[in-house]
């Protein structure tokens, strides 16, 4: 039986949570992903770099979850289940890398929620967006979020 | 060779990122990724759930594919250098896939001595079908 999502989350934000970035954390995911650049993994390259340090690859800030503000989290506000979600779209703006040692801010917000009929029926559109700022609120990221919910 | 520097001024709108091949994807790629990202969902994992879910099996996490995506930039423009990427997905990447990335300059300009490459970028499949889709920013250097 199809479900239905309320537009009424459009608008909502999550408490703000923060994230202190592992140095570890950023060479396993370099590594899961088979990306072996010696500037997200040979520290030493990392510290004679302009950057002083290793920096994270380009779509490490999807590890910035918290349960307050993730998926799941979402998932129980529309009233779904993780089965009929997908991952629609996906955008990163960045504005520094993201490094080892900081810990950054992040600030969650749904943007916009819409349905669309597509092949395999009717789906929900959820876009998210998320702000990350370091330590002097300056912004160092932003990530836009669409997961499409199959209705 | 592979990490070669780039620069601005050597970049023309249409030229092509060097492609970069990735996979077969494994389950154990998966396994790996869930944990690097704290992406658990069992969508990736358990083909039973997958099947229940209606989905026909295990795929991939879009963010793997999107992952391969920002290396081929990387591997090309240099870590640190992306400034923009923005990606749908396209369609499902499965076990066994072999995924090529790949890209082409349609913009550069420069503002405030800040290069900017932009460049439409996709990812295939073995069959030619495009399974991510997208558009990317790169900051270069100049020669000096």
Redesign the interface.
């Known amino acids: 039986m199809p479900i239905s999502i309320s537009k009424a989350l459009i608008g909502k934000e999550y408490p703000p949570y923060p994230v202190t970035v592992e140095r570890g954390k950023i060479k396993e995911f370099a590594r899961a992903i088979g990306d072996l650049n010696p500037f997200y993994l040979d520290d030493r390259v990392g510290a004679a770099s302009e950057w002083r340090d290793l920096i994270a690859p380009p779509t490490f800030a999807i590890t910035f979850r918290d349960e307050t503000a993730d998926t799941g989290s979402m998932l129980r506000d529309l009233g779904t289940d993780i089965s009929r979600i997908l991952h629609g779209e996906q955008e990163f703006e960045l504005f520094r890398p993201l490094q080892p040692g900081q810990t950054y801010l992040c600030r969650a917000k749904i943007v916009d929620i819409y349905e669309k009929s597509g092949r395999s029926g009717p789906m929900a559109f959820v876009v998210r967006e998320t702000t990350i700022t370091d330590r002097t609120n300056e912004v160092v990221a932003a990530m836009r979020h669409i997961t499409i919910v199959r209705l | 060779m592979k ?1 070669a520097k780039v620069y601005f001024d050597d970049v023309m709108v249409g030229d092509e990122l060097p492609p970069l091949v ?1 996979g077969p994807v494994q389950q154990i ?1 998966l396994t ?2 869930a ?5 658990f ?3 990736h994992q358990d083909d039973e ?1 997958a099947r ?3 989905m026909g099996g295990v795929f991939a ?4 594919s ?3 995506v ?2 081929a ?3 090309w423009a240099g ?2 250098s ?8 396209a369609a499902l990447v499965r076990l066994k896939d072999v995924v090529t990335c790949r890209g082409r300059v349609v913009a550069r300009s420069s503002k405030d001595d800040v290069n900017l490459v932009e460049l439409e970028v996709w990812a295939e499949n073995q069959k030619a079908e495009k399974v991510v889709t997208g558009r990317a920013t790169v900051i270069l250097p100049a020669r000096t």
């Open positions: 990490y990735k790629q790996r990724y944990g690097a990202s704290a992406d969902n069992p969508i759930f229940a879910a209606g996490h879009g963010m793997l999107m992952g391969f920002a290396q930039l990387t591997d870590a640190g992306v400034r923009k990427l923005g990606v749908r997905f």
